[in-house]
């Protein structure tokens, strides 16, 4: 194999980790559980299975991806698991919720969090249980007194929802039609839940010759999705991004200054129903220079609303910035530090942020807190640039975590 075979190969499994040791995951190492006193233990390992209840919750607004609960548990396991903090490694030598396969038993736990509950057990997925797939449920009662016996195991299935219409994809941002050579990444959103672990094979990036570029995008094995299933953070690979990188220096940047690329989503990609998409999905684009200026809050402009009114507060920035950064980063307090709360939009190519809030404008002094992480399309925040040059000074930094803006709303 040539070498520059070995570092394509290099390049293409760099971020392809196991996934207890991927750095998108929360799992950790603890040391194993204390055993009870006897008398407790013994009532932990003859706890009886028929009695334990076991059940799958679907997603409502306090859990959106649905739970699995354990109840009429006995007082001696409320008690046991009561006993210290646990650990996510630790909860899971006691209790998982993995995918069931025949014959294996060897298959990682789903990812997701635990809870305590006044006489029962909640675990709740960090993604959404995926419809017409068996799970299985594992509890280890003997584990809590160290005795290894007792184990409880229950399957169930989640039923596959009825047809319905075809999943859409309903925004890709940015918006723009240009974008910069150092563009970062892509936010792609469907109108319903997504099925995983097959992103990558339904995306591809094509030149202005229609030819496919090679291994533009950073693969995780563990995609990027928010808690809904709905939006999808494609990044671009940061090591042909960033100057001096080898993957850079081997195939070059993924996108290049004065050229035109077509982003291309196809329509086999399937939802969690197992329903092909609505259409193929096609976004062109030219590229411009690369962007290495960090968003400057000073020169954004602020169009205040009067007083009196629920007219938005308007924020127009000096670029193009991250829309998902922006739904959660800018808040407005008043001049007693009580947050504004009303409903915002972003719009104008994510150059315009609009809060409209939910009572009238009182006259006086505001603040817009502005989180330094904020970034624009080619990862530079507002607190450091994404790509430090070492033979050009920094022009600016910011240690702080907010900065403000002022502003007054005068007297109508």
């Avoid at 047809?163 to 319903?192: C, D, M, V, W």
């Avoid at 339904?202 to 202005?208: G, N, P, Q, V």
């Avoid at 709360?341 to 972003?346: D, K, L, N, T």
């Amino acid at each position: 194999m040539s070498a520059q075979s070995q570092a394509r190969e290099l390049h293409r499994n760099r971020f392809q980790r196991n996934r207890n040791g991927s750095i998108w995951s929360c799992l950790g190492l603890a040391g194993l559980l204390a055993a009870l006193p006897a008398s407790d233990a013994q009532q932990v390992q003859d706890t009886q299975p028929e009695k334990v209840r076991i059940a799958f919750h679907g997603p409502d607004p306090k859990h959106p991806t649905g739970s699995v609960t354990l109840s009429a548990l006995p007082p001696s396991v409320l008690k046991a698991l009561r006993s210290r903090q646990r650990s996510l490694d630790a909860w899971q030598r006691v209790l998982t919720v993995s995918v069931a396969q025949p014959g294996r038993n060897d298959l990682p736990p789903v990812l997701g969090s635990y809870r305590l509950e006044a006489a029962a057990v909640r675990f709740q997925p960090r993604f959404i249980l995926k419809p017409g797939l068996q799970y299985r449920v594992v509890f280890h009662a003997g584990r809590l007194a160290a005795t290894g016996a007792n184990r409880i195991v229950h399957d169930f299935t989640i039923p596959a929802p009825k047809p319905g219409p075809a999943t859409q994809i309903t925004h890709i941002f940015p918006t723009s039609n240009r974008l910069p050579e150092n563009q970062l990444k892509f936010y792609i959103h469907f109108s319903a839940p997504m099925s995983r672990g097959e992103a990558y094979q339904h995306i591809r990036l094509l030149d202005s010759r229609g030819q496919a570029v090679d291994h533009p995008f950073l693969e995780l094995a563990e995609e990027l999705w928010d808690y809904s299933g709905t939006r999808f953070t494609l990044f671009f690979d940061p090591g042909r991004i960033k100057r001096g990188l080898k993957p850079r220096e081997l195939f070059g940047p993924a996108l290049r200054e004065n050229r035109s690329y077509t982003l291309v989503i196809s329509n086999a990609w399937r939802d969690a129903r197992g329903q092909a998409l609505h259409s193929q999905l096609h976004k062109k684009f030219r590229v411009t220079a690369p962007d290495d200026m960090q968003p400057n809050p000073g020169l954004w402009k602020l169009k205040r609303p009067p007083a009196g009114t629920r007219q938005p507060l308007t924020v127009v920035f000096d670029e193009p910035l991250d829309h998902a950064m922006l739904e959660r980063v800018l808040q407005v307090q008043t001049g007693q530090g009580r947050n504004v709360v009303g409903e915002i939009s972003i719009g104008a190519g994510e150059t315009r942020w609009s809060l409209s809030p939910r009572v009238p404008w009182q006259a006086g002094i505001y603040e817009l807190l502005i989180d330094t992480t904020l970034e624009d399309r080619a990862g530079n925040s507002i607190a450091r640039p994404f790509e430090v040059d070492r033979l050009r000074r920094v022009e600016r930094t910011i240690k702080t975590r907010t900065v403000s803006r002022s502003f007054v709303i005068p007297p109508s």
